[in-house]
């Protein structure tokens, strides 16, 4: 089976643009969370989608959006970038239905500097 | 929150030695996990224990939970370098999974 994958995997900007990321999911995953890491905050949880609706929220500002595509790929979008919105982005998928031993199997990363 | 905190922040030991991280945290949990990291990687997932249970083994690794104490340890047997990595835990109450900021292991050769 797949593992998940992400794209792209490095990614240089300019403040005050914007990004998008893209993450598939392992195959039969419905659920497909995005992390943000970084060496002073670690792991941070942005949002997790299931069924293309937005199941759980972390605490991010709203220029951090994601959505999810009926195939359950799931994209996140960060507008009007900040030099502070440099890290490595995880994303993890799930199958959703274990309830709360639904274990997460992470792509690569994207790591994203912003300049 | 329950967030996990790691402890040790890092740590080296020699290869062949074994290698113990702790992880506390602050409410009740469902489960805890731990993932392993090589650098600048995704994470790996080793190992679920749940709030039931007191011990769990897989190969190498034996991870502990005191849900009395609000604590669990990961224990690596006979450290390999390849076990050279960041090592999280993952402490899990109902839909919320919060990652401590890890545990930087190094075996020296």
New interface residues.
């Given amino acids: 089976k797949a593992g998940v994958t992400q794209t792209p995997r490095y990614l240089i900007k300019t403040r005050g643009q914007q990004v998008t990321l893209s993450c598939s999911p392992i195959s039969g995953h419905r659920s497909v969370s995005w992390y943000q890491q970084t060496p002073g905050q670690g792991l941070q949880f942005l949002f997790e989608y299931f069924s293309e609706t937005q199941r759980n929220k972390g605490n991010f500002p709203g220029r951090f959006s994601g959505r999810q595509f009926s195939n359950s790929r799931s994209e996140m979008n960060v507008s009007t970038l900040e030099l502070g919105d440099s890290a490595l982005y995880l994303c993890a998928s799930s199958k959703g239905t274990d309830g709360i031993t639904d274990t997460q199997y992470f792509g690569p990363g994207t790591r994203l500097t912003v300049l | 929150s329950q967030q996990g905190e790691e402890d040790p922040q890092a740590l080296s030991i020699q290869e062949g030695e074994n290698a113990t991280m702790n992880c506390s945290y602050k409410t009740s949990i469902?489960?805890l996990?731990w993932?392993r990291q090589n650098s600048?990687?995704?994470?790996?997932?080793l190992i679920?224990i749940?709030s039931n249970e007191r011990e769990k083994h897989s190969g190498r690794l034996r991870v502990t939970l005191d849900t009395s104490k609000k604590s669990s340890s990961l224990l690596i047997t006979a450290s390999r370098a390849a076990d050279t990595a960041s090592y999280?835990c993952a402490p899990?109450r109902?839909?919320?999974?919060?990652?401590?900021?890890?545990t930087r292991l190094h075996i020296l050769p």
């Fill in positions: 469902n489960n996990q993932y600048g990687r995704g994470l790996v997932h679920l749940r999280f899990r109902g839909d919320k999974i919060i990652f401590g900021k890890g």
